[in-house]
């Protein structure tokens, strides 16, 4: 059984990657693959990321336990007077305020009437309030036939009415739904099952970018003036929640949009920075997923928190620096319930679990995590996840990756390697969060994917050594004295119980002469003969290291083997083919002696070392496909007239040989081609002319095989005026004028068939 050699154990690893990289991407595409990313890699990368400055035109009003105390109120805000909440709106707008958000319900009328109406005449004297409305399922039957007797139910997600007195004051409202998970990572920009409803956070933007409305109209009349013409002339003509559901059903009817308009942007020279970022943020809005990951600025009131009561009277309770925190103007305001400890929270709960959720209990409550979100948008930093195709596509090269890597080291050098690996791609993943605000896959190849590999790697080389040791003396016992077989163990890789597989070139050689001589000669003659011709064949040989496999009548094998794959074989064997093709050429320069012109192939390539035999007799020599295919570039050399063929396996990385490139040839019997090249000389003892040819040949044959016949023509031409007997050149010049004649078929290629051995 062949289950040791070293192609078996390729390709035990080549799996081992295909496994864990098919793993990896499989795990990725699964929920659970999200879940563990979510619960685990993304909590890690923020809390390595640390907090963050959140922008400083955002800032939260707080309804907190000071403020209630301060009014003598219960800490429930529905029942706070919304006289208050109009004394608020006049003192934000006082101080400039730009926008202001009541993350508070006004869906039915307040004890007091005058207190509502105060609010809505205050909303609307400030004209840019904009509040949050709640969202509720409506389940309902429809019946589907005239009698009524089926129906269908139908669950569709839309918002409770607010008061009409408040509904009316005010500029706009819109829901803020959040996921209800286990812990929120993410927030909509449009909530789909509630008719492509827009969400506070883009409301706010779009009312925010209100002042560059003509700008922003102005570059979609260039983009597509059909576009513009559907749009307000000016923000005095435009109605929020028309203008947004408009914008909505242009750019998902045309997703090119925002690129267009992006580059349009870019081109712009009448905005500055700010304000080019203001439209950029709004593109943003549009054209994204509906879903956004909240990027989080740190733990609760990261974003600049400020007591309802201290807004009110800012003169009580002054502390330093608090003028400073106080500044409203052109500022973002949320106005809600924010707890400062855990037991305020615990009176009002208003509050989601994140990935900054302190250890004693404070999550972050809705109204911060509004004002993230529409941060987030303004900046354009939302935690943006990597493609996913592309994440897959890393998950798969790095678990095949790591199932090769790890079988070319020792177990020593493979957990050095992991702890590397690691610390590597940790270190890209939390550069690119930190840096670029883009989410990479961590937990999966950090603690899925090099586990894996490092403890498949070892189980598969300790399988393979264990086996080794036990089958290599035996499998060598029956022909090699014990110190080769020693040798054979201490420098083998995996053996097979009745063959070796090792790598090496191969070398067979043909006598060109040698039958009509055998018929015209006396055996003893010919034998004398061809003892002399093989000692000039043996020699170099044996001087670079190589080893006569075989003889057989006028043809001879050598190889070149090592258990590992080494270029100083391929160079040892292609010496000695020039001080062969050397030799022969004063063998047949003896006087008083038969010429014995002579052909050579030389391949590479894993090969097995077998014992060929049976009851007591055993041979030990090289057998495979590359002794056959040997054979076959040896025959090659009659089509092309040449004397020293190699394949592109022998020359490939060996820069001081001269070699003529022949192209691809299709071998007899052989299913994929070969790239072959004749071997001309040692760099440095070429001579100008040789150094001509190749490069001269090189030409032709590139205009040869991209059919540029008369070009080919006339590069072969140049050659055969200079060297009329050079066969490669005859052999091509026949084919160009062949395909010149007769123009080949759409799918031909330069791949050269040879039908007869």
């Given amino acids: 059984m062949l289950k ?56 939260v009003v707080a309804i907190d336990q000071p403020s209630a105390s301060r009014f003598n109120l219960p800490m429930t805000p529905q029942l706070w007077p919304r006289e208050l909440h109009a004394r608020l709106i006049e003192k934000l707008i006082q101080a400039g305020a730009s926008i202001i958000v009541f993350d508070l319900i006004f869906d039915t009328p307040s004890a007091i009437a005058a207190y509502d109406q105060k609010l809505a005449l205050s909303m609307k004297t400030a004209g840019n309030i904009v509040l949050v409305e709640r969202l509720v399922y409506e389940d309902s039957a429809l019946s589907t036939d005239a009698n009524e007797k089926n129906y269908n139910r139908m669950v569709k997600e839309g918002p409770i009415p607010l008061l009409p007195l408040i509904a009316n004051a005010v500029q706009a409202h819109a829901p803020f739904p959040l996921p209800k998970k286990e812990r929120v990572n993410h927030y909509w920009v449009f909530k789909t099952d509630a008719g492509d409803m827009p969400t506070i956070p883009t409301v706010v933007l779009q009312i925010f970018a209100l002042p560059l409305y003509e700008d922003f109209i102005r570059l979609l009349r260039t983009v597509n003036p059909a576009y513009a013409a559907q749009l307000p002339n000016n923000k005095n003509m435009a109605d929020i929640e028309d203008l947004i559901f408009t914008l909505r059903d242009l750019f998902l009817n045309d997703p090119d949009l925002a690129h267009r308009l992006k580059t349009e942007l870019n081109r712009d020279a009448n905005l500055n920075s700010i304000q080019r970022n203001t439209l950029h943020a709004l593109l943003n809005a549009y054209s994204g997923n509906d879903t956004r990951y909240l990027n989080f600025y740190g733990p609760p009131r990261s974003i600049q928190t400020i007591p309802y009561h201290q807004v009110l009277y800012p003169d009580e309770n002054k502390i330093a620096g608090q003028s400073r925190a106080m500044n409203f103007q052109d500022k973002v305001i949320f106005v809600g319930f924010s707890a400062a400890t855990q037991p305020e929270q615990d009176i009002v709960r208003d509050d989601y679990h994140t990935v900054f959720s302190n250890p004693d209990g404070l999550y972050i409550s809705g109204v911060e995590i509004a004002a993230t979100a529409f941060a987030n948008l303004l900046e354009n930093k939302p935690i943006r996840t990597f493609p996913l195709m592309g994440s897959v596509g890393i998950l798969f090269v790095l678990g095949l990756g790591l199932g090769i890597v790890f079988m070319l080291l020792s177990n020593q050098s493979a957990v050095v390697a992991s702890i590397a690996l690691v610390l590597l791609y940790a270190g890209s993943v939390y550069y690119f969060f930190k840096e670029l605000s883009v989410w990479l896959p961590l937990i999966n190849p950090v603690f899925l994917q090099l586990p894996l590999a490092f403890f498949g790697a070892i189980t598969l080389k300790y399988d393979e050594e264990k086996l080794e040791s036990q089958q290599l003396k035996k499998a060598f016992g029956y022909f090699l004295p014990d110190r080769v077989v020693n040798d054979i163990v201490r420098n083998s890789g995996t053996m097979a119980l009745n063959n070796q597989l090792v790598y090496g070139a191969c070398l067979a050689t043909d006598a060109e002469a040698y039958t009509a001589l055998a018929e015209k000669m006396e055996p003893q003659q010919l034998g004398q003969l061809m003892n002399s011709y093989y000692a000039v064949l043996f020699e170099p040989v044996k001087q670079h290291n190589g080893t006569v496999s075989d003889v057989v009548g006028d043809a001879m094998l050598a190889i070149w083997a090592k258990t590992s794959a080494s270029s100083d074989l391929r160079k040892d064997a292609c010496l000695a083919c020039l001080d062969i093709a050397a030799a022969i050429e004063r063998f047949n320069h003896t006087p008083n002696q038969p010429h014995l012109p002579t052909r050579m192939g030389l391949h590479f390539g894993e090969m097995l070392l077998g014992n060929i035999g049976a009851l007591h007799h055993f041979e030990y020599r090289a057998v495979g496909d590359i002794v056959n295919t040997t054979s076959r570039i040896q025959g090659v050399n009659k089509y092309l007239g040449t004397r020293l063929l190699v394949s ?46 190749c490069e001269t040949f090189s030409c032709a044959l590139k205009a040869y095989q991209d059919q540029q016949w008369t070009e080919a023509c006339d590069g072969l031409y140049k050659i055969l005026d200079m060297i009329p007997d050079d066969g490669p050149s005859k052999f091509f010049l026949n084919l160009c004028k062949k395909n010149e004649s007769v123009p080949p078929v759409d799918s031909w290629n330069s791949i050269i068939r040879i039908e007869t051995k």
């Avoid at 081992?16 to 563990?36: K, R």
């Fill in 4 to 59: 040791e050699i070293n192609t078996i154990r390729w390709l035990k690893h080549l799996f081992l990657g295909i496994v864990i990289g098919l793993t990896g991407a499989i795990v990725h595409l699964s929920p659970a693959g999200l879940w563990m990313e979510e619960k685990f890699g993304l909590y890690w990368l923020f809390h390595l990321r640390g907090t963050v400055a959140a922008p400083d035109n955002v800032v």
């Fill in 648 to 693: 592109g396996q022998v020359i490939t990385g060996l820069d001081e040989f001269l070699i003529r490139p022949l192209g691809d040839f299709l071998l007899t019997g052989k299913s994929t081609p070969v790239n072959l090249f004749e071997l001309i000389a040692h760099k440095q003892s070429a001579s100008q002319m040789q150094l001509w040819l």
